[in-house]
């Protein structure tokens, strides 16, 4: 009779994947912390960490990043009840080396904006070489684009502008040209790197310029604190002293274009390029 024993043993488990670690990673003081943000509601807590997790599948370039740079940056993006998704251009999550930082999207100003409860409209657009494009300040302020259509090439895009409506019903507008556009660009430290948005194949809209131009435009309408923090938060993601961008943003450019047609001297606006729309 045979009484040798075996014990029962079972194949080694395979080790965790990095997302599977960055997972566990979340729980605990992570998770509270991004739970105080939505008043203590762990469902939307749960959620943000899901959308967290789905984001860094996306992005893996973020699981080389120091993890309290990573952590830190999806907490902002948490504070301001956003939540992070490549989708929804509220926010974005940039590796830069080793680092993650924070960028406010376009539509995450947006959002802010239609927090204020004063705000009812919005609408930005990226000026073209071949549109016709013309505004004028003052007491009459007023401002036209005739973008080129129906077949027509577009160009170069020379500018861009938003329009916003207040719920009072009285309209402001902000104008930027490329050369105001690109000197904010210049005084970002991450412009260089290739994972920053500025790089035209990330961005093949421009929706930096319109970005650009809505946060100049933001300076001069009614804010919360929760705005201008976010505003603060995106200069320090990008590297930026916001100590050189002047409440109305250095916009100069034409206040008269007409493709392949001199403008006749009618003028540049002035450094606020924010007057009542007529």
């Known amino acids: 009779m045979n009484n040798n024993t075996h014990a029962v043993t079972k194949p080694n488990a395979a080790p965790a994947t990095p ?95 239609y927090r204020t409860k004063k705000i009812a409209a919005i609408t930005s657009n990226i000026i073209f070489k071949n549109d016709v494009f013309e505004y004028q300040e003052g007491l009459n302020a007023n401002m036209i684009n005739k973008p080129a259509m129906f077949g027509k090439e577009k160009g170069e895009p020379i500018g861009a502008y938003t329009i916003v409506e207040m719920t009072n019903g009285a309209k402001t507008f902000k104008v930027m040209d490329m050369q105001a556009i690109l000197g904010i660009k210049e005084l970002s430290k991450a412009k ?14 421009n929706w930096m310029w319109k970005k650009t131009c809505l946060i100049q435009h933001a300076k001069l309408l009614p804010k919360t604190q929760e705005l201008q923090d976010a505003i603060e938060k995106d200069y320090e993601g990008e590297g930026m002293d916001k100590g050189h ?29 924010n007057q009542a729309v007529s």
């Open 19 to 113: 997302i599977e670690l960055f997972r566990k990673q979340l729980e605990g003081e992570f998770i509270t912390t991004v739970a105080s943000y939505y008043n203590g509601d762990d469902r939307e807590a749960l959620r943000f960490k899901t959308a967290v997790v789905d984001y860094v599948r996306k992005v893996p370039k973020l699981l080389e990043c120091d993890r309290i740079s990573l952590m830190s940056a999806f907490a902002q993006v948490a504070q301001f009840r956003f939540m992070p998704s490549g989708i929804s251009g509220e926010a974005y999550i940039i590796p830069y080396g080793k680092e993650a930082k924070f960028q406010l999207g376009y539509q995450g100003i947006v959002t802010l904006l």
């Open 245 to 273: 961008l002047d409440a109305g943003g250095p916009a100069v450019g034409k206040a008269f274009h007409v493709p392949n047609e001199d403008a006749g001297g009618r003028g540049a606006p002035g450094a606020d390029g």
């Open 192 to 205: 260089e790197s290739k994972e920053s948005p500025w790089n035209s194949d990330k961005d093949p809209e």
